[in-house]
């Protein structure tokens, strides 16, 4: 089935340590995007790319970084300079065109100790 | 984008049609309408868009505004699986692939 696959579902680590979350699609879409959602609130965005090996900086960049290597994969890292990482990460693609659907994925939500 | 304004919350019983509100006054001439809805525990999932006429698909129907100041979303019959938060977005069609601009969107509550 084509679809975006995020893993793991549940993630733990500990304060100061950089933390990788997969993102994987089979959509054959150029665009990947990446969101954070707290509790109550809506997504906002963190990163974007609109084809392979580049990438802009969404609302909420800072203490974060991407990768687009491959056009199937955005992996986000949250590094150890993001204050608040606990939050519900979820990753989407799309054609790349205004109109175009999002397509989202499953979702991350990582939990700093 | 321009910005929504979206009641918090809405209930309704199964079984019957719902009127999810959107207020877009801001909207621009090349804005895109989109509604995406977030079950529980899970990321959105796409409903419907429309530019100027009204839209229909599988899901819902959307009846945008002669203005386009407006919109409603409409599920013509309600089941328990259609409680989520409604998010109602705006699209400038020239903005290409950048990311979607969220707000708190509407928190629909289905009674049995």
């Known amino acids: 089935d084509g679809g975006i696959t995020q893993s793991p579902k549940y993630l733990f680590r500990k304060e100061g340590q950089n933390v990788t979350l997969s993102c994987e699609q089979n959509?054959?879409?150029?665009?990947m995007y990446w969101y954070r959602q707290d509790p109550g609130q809506g997504l906002r965005l963190i990163y974007y790319s609109q084809i392979v090996n580049d990438f802009q900086k969404g609302d909420i960049a800072e203490g974060y970084s991407v990768s687009r290597e491959k056009k199937e994969s955005f992996p986000l890292t949250v590094t150890s300079a993001q204050k608040n990482p606990t939050a519900f990460y979820l990753c989407?693609?799309?054609?790349?065109?205004?109109?175009?659907?999002?397509?989202f994925g499953p979702g991350t939500r990582l939990t700093v100790l | 984008d321009a910005k929504t304004t979206q009641p918090n919350s809405m209930e309704s019983n199964e079984e019957e049609p719902v009127h999810l509100p959107c207020n877009h006054s801001t909207i621009s001439g090349t804005d895109y309408i989109h509604w995406y809805r977030q079950l529980p525990s899970q990321g959105p999932e796409y409903v419907i868009h429309g530019l100027t006429s009204n839209v229909n698909n599988r899901m819902a129907s959307l009846a945008i505004a002669e203005d386009r100041k407006s919109s409603t979303l409409i599920l013509h019959r309600a089941t328990l699986r259609d409680a989520a938060v409604y998010y109602c977005i705006l699209r400038d069609r020239r903005g290409g692939a950048d990311g979607l601009t969220f707000g708190k969107g509407t928190h629909l509550i289905i009674q049995p």
């Open positions: 959509l054959n879409h150029d665009a």
């Open positions: 989407a693609s799309s054609r790349g065109l205004a109109e175009d659907t999002q397509y």
